[in-house]
Nanobody, 125 residues
Framework: QVQLVESGGGSVQPGGSLTLSCAAS????????MGWFRQAPGKEREGVAA???????NYADSVKGRFTISQDNAKNTLYLQMNILKPEDTAMYYC???????????????????WGQGTQVTVSS
């Protein structure tokens, strides 16, 4: 059974950093494409970053240069390093997986088959 469990969220001041983790089980991370999405109250879910099996990555324009997506296949874990956080980064963050022999680092939620429950990130002074 595929399971994704996010952790690492919390409250931080503007300019601070957080690292989110997504522990995958029930499959091997290296056989999938993975993505991080976020959803703020009253807004649609949006793609933040995605990574393919060859480690190629895509980022939303709003986080380029501040966020880095990575994965550790030995730990079967996906990460999102978030630096220079802004109040507008406040949202529930979700990781998602598309388990496929051929996949791309997609940035739309419909592309993904499996989702975690989310971890809250709050950026406030």
């Amino acid at each position: 059974q595929v399971q994704l469990v996010e952790s690492g969220g919390g409250s931080v001041q503007p300019g601070g950093s957080l690292t989110l983790s997504c522990a995958a089980s029930g499959y091997t991370l290296g056989t999938s494409c993975m993505g991080w999405f976020r959803q703020a109250p009253g807004k649609e879910r949006e793609g933040v970053a995605a990574i393919a099996r060859d480690a190629s990555a895509n980022y939303a324009d709003s986080v380029k240069g501040r966020f880095t997506i990575s994965q550790d296949n030995a730990k079967n874990t996906l990460y999102l390093q978030m630096n220079i956080l802004k109040p507008e980064d406040t949202a529930m963050y979700y990781c998602a997986a598309r388990i496929s022999i051929s996949c791309l680092p997609g940035m739309t939620s419909r592309y993904y088959n499996y989702w975690g429950q989310g971890t809250q990130v709050t950026v406030s002074s």
